[in-house]
């Protein structure tokens, strides 16, 4: 049973454009929900976070939205850039959980055009 | 860079062969994971640490043992290796300034058990 699912696989855009990516959650106790980004044949990386007693995160051109209500968060992405196309995987952590340990999706595969 | 490395980088086995992955860090965190990389499940975690000594099951933890006996040394042990092990493994450990999540990623190993 997927907790958290990013429902669509890939997303292409052009350069400079919006970027915005979907994930959706069903436990109501995750508090807590990050953004990574990966590159092939790298680790993924750490980008955004946000806390559930939040509904805004922005670091620079990157953004996270949560609804708590639909279980829903986003990732915007604004200018989109060429270096931007990896995978990006959302994550949850829940209530009382060990401090690392994370349910992920399936990640949605970024690409962006020149 | 974090200090975090992970060997082998690349291996292929046998079905019934037993396989070992280490994970070695310098950041003396008392942290560590162990995550498996699959197409449409994103990233499950297997095992964790939390000091020497001290570990816990993760959601796909069986046909895995985890061993920590150095603060920089994870181990992981596919006792005998099947082909639905086949996968990336990715060790972590938590961000020395980061917050609830934020994960600290080796490069993964690929593992291919035939």
């Known amino acids: 049973d997927q907790q958290v699912k990013q429902n669509s696989p890939s997303l292409s855009v052009q350069e400079g454009r919006i970027s915005i990516l979907n994930c959706d959650y069903t436990?109501?106790?995750?508090?807590?929900f990050l953004w990574y980004k990966k590159y092939p044949a790298e680790g993924p990386t750490f980008l955004i976070s946000i806390s559930s007693i939040k509904d805004k995160n922005e670091d620079g051109r990157f953004t996270v939205f949560l609804n708590k209500s639909a279980k829903h968060l986003s990732l915007h992405i604004v200018p989109s850039q060429p270096g931007d196309s990896a995978v990006y995987f959302c994550?949850?952590?829940?209530?009382?959980?060990?401090?690392?340990?994370?349910?992920f999706g399936q990640g949605t595969i970024l690409t962006v055009h020149p | 860079d974090a200090g975090i490395t992970q060997s082998p980088r690349h291996k292929v086995t046998e079905t019934g062969t037993p396989v070992t992955l280490r994970c070695h860090q310098t950041e003396n965190h008392r942290y560590m994971y162990w995550y498996r990389q699959d197409p449409g499940h994103g990233l499950r975690l297997i095992h964790y640490s939390y000091g020497v000594k001290d570990t816990d099951k993760g959601e796909v933890s069986d046909g895995y043992s985890v061993s920590r006996s150095k603060t920089e040394d994870f181990l992981l042990t596919l006792e005998s290796a099947t082909s639905s092990q086949t996968s990336v493994y990715f060790c972590?450990?938590?961000?020395?300034?980061?917050?609830?999540?934020?994960?600290?990623f080796g490069e993964g190993s690929r593992l291919t058990v035939l």
């Open positions: 994550a949850a952590s829940g209530v009382g959980t060990s401090y690392g340990k994370l349910t």
């Open positions: 972590a450990i938590t961000s020395a300034l980061g917050g609830v999540g934020e994960l600290f």
């Open positions: 436990n109501s106790m995750f508090d807590y």
